[in-house]
């Protein structure tokens, strides 16, 4: 993870009995679909609503997860997400993957967000209100 990461945002998702494969554990590309549901709680508290509706909206330009211990049902996962310095339209964030009351790090997830226009497909700057969500605190 970047040094210069932040701590945005933190999350707890039970596992479902579904979210197992055939070695019983969870199926990797679950993992994804947990960092996904922390960023878009993310996006939802500061205000971003996520719909094709909207005009502009972030969208994930590439994606990654490193495995580091299976994660089995029953559990809950932690996941932590972390934001590095925005971009004129994009932001970098890393995540961070626990079981509920253990210190162990299970995986950790990458995923570049990049703002874009939903009608021409193209990238856009960060809405204002976002950009500012990454600045030092004013003393």
């Known amino acids: ?14 596992v479902r009995w579904g979210d197992m494969d055939a070695y019983n554990h ?10 996904e549901q922390t960023r878009v709680e993310w996006l939802e508290q500061v205000g971003s609503r996520v719909s094709p509706d909207e005009p502009i909206g972030p969208v994930i330009i590439n994606a990654s997860c490193t495995f580091l211990v299976p994660v089995n049902y029953p559990a809950t996962v932690v996941i932590k997400m972390y934001a590095g ?3 004129r339209s994009s932001v970098m ?3 961070e993957l626990f079981v509920e009351g253990e210190d162990k790090l299970y995986a950790e997830g990458a995923a570049k967000t990049v703002w874009m226009d939903n009608r021409s497909g193209k990238s856009v700057p960060m809405p204002d209100f976002v950009r500012a969500l990454f600045e030092p605190a004013a003393n």
């Open 93 to 95: 964030t890393w995540y």
């Open 85 to 87: 310095e925005p971009g």
């Open 26 to 35: 969870v199926n990797n590309t679950v993992y994804f679909r947990y960092f």
């Open 1 to 14: 993870m970047k040094e210069k990461a932040k701590l945005i945002y933190t999350t707890r998702i039970p």
